[in-house]
């Protein structure tokens, strides 16, 4: 069972530079979730998909955009990278948004120098 | 500003204690959670309160849902070591969109 894949795992950017994070489930869940855990911050909810073709923000959106390109896939996209965005990376997915448990990926770590 | 606060940020204790770790906000929950992280993964569940006062146990660990579905609580008996972890407590909100938000978590160190 694959879950909720992310890739990369892992990436360096240059400041300036764009990157698009992937994910992808096979749970056949409607909602989806991109957030950022920083040290002492817990998970902040950047985007988040309640259903295919449909996207909300969330407490930190700025600096990102995101795809909801099907009912599997939600892509996480960085225009112009800042050191600020230096953080670590989860998609998470649901059933539906009321429903009760997320299931996380293995994260991405983006470094930005 | 965090929707939902949760305390303490960091425990260390002795293997055989027990301990608490709490979790607030201002706002009504649709429902409360509680996951688990372990370093380089995801945020696993451990379990979800629903109903106002409810209590559920999972082995050593006991969850309570404030009355007024504002907070929950999540008490551990007897730690050990295998217990060491981030908890993070996360909850949808009524009237925020069914977001789902996440507290700034609990690093928990079990020692032996």
């Known amino acids: 069972n694959a879950g909720v894949t992310q890739t990369p795992k892992f990436q360096v950017l240059k400041t300036g530079q764009s990157m698009t994070l992937q994910c992808a489930q096979d749970?056949?869940?409607?909602?989806m979730y991109w957030y950022r855990q920083d040290p002492g911050m817990g998970l902040r909810l950047i985007y988040y998909?309640?259903?295919?073709?449909?996207?909300d923000k969330g407490e930190v959106p700025n600096g990102y955009n995101v795809s909801r390109l099907n009912k599997r896939e939600f892509s996480l996209r960085l225009e112009s990278a800042a050191p600020s965005q230096t953080s670590v990376y989860f998609c998470?997915?649901?059933?539906?948004?009321?429903?009760?448990?997320?299931?996380f990926g293995q994260g991405t770590r983006l470094t930005v120098v | 500003t965090q929707l939902l606060e949760q305390s303490p940020q960091f425990l260390s204790i002795q293997e055989g204690e027990n301990l608490t770790v709490y979790c607030n906000s201002s706002?009504?929950?649709?429902?409360l959670q509680w996951y688990r992280q372990e370093p380089g993964e995801g945020p696993v569940l451990l379990v979800t309160?629903?109903?106002?006062?409810e209590v559920k146990k999972l082995k050593r660990l006991t969850f309570q849902f404030g009355d007024a579905r504002k907070d929950s609580s999540l008490h551990i008996t007897a730690a050990q070591p295998g217990d060491t972890g981030l908890y993070l407590c996360?909850?949808?909100?009524?009237?925020?969109?069914?977001?789902?938000?996440f507290g700034a978590g609990t690093i928990l160190r079990v020692k032996s």
């Open positions: 309160v629903v109903t106002g006062g």
């Open positions: 996360a909850g949808v909100i009524i009237g925020y969109g069914n977001k789902l938000v």
């Open positions: 749970m056949n869940h409607n909602s």
């Open positions: 998909s309640a259903s295919e073709g449909t996207t």
């Open positions: 998470a997915s649901k059933r539906t948004a009321t429903g009760p448990e997320a299931f």
């Open positions: 706002s009504v929950f649709s429902s």
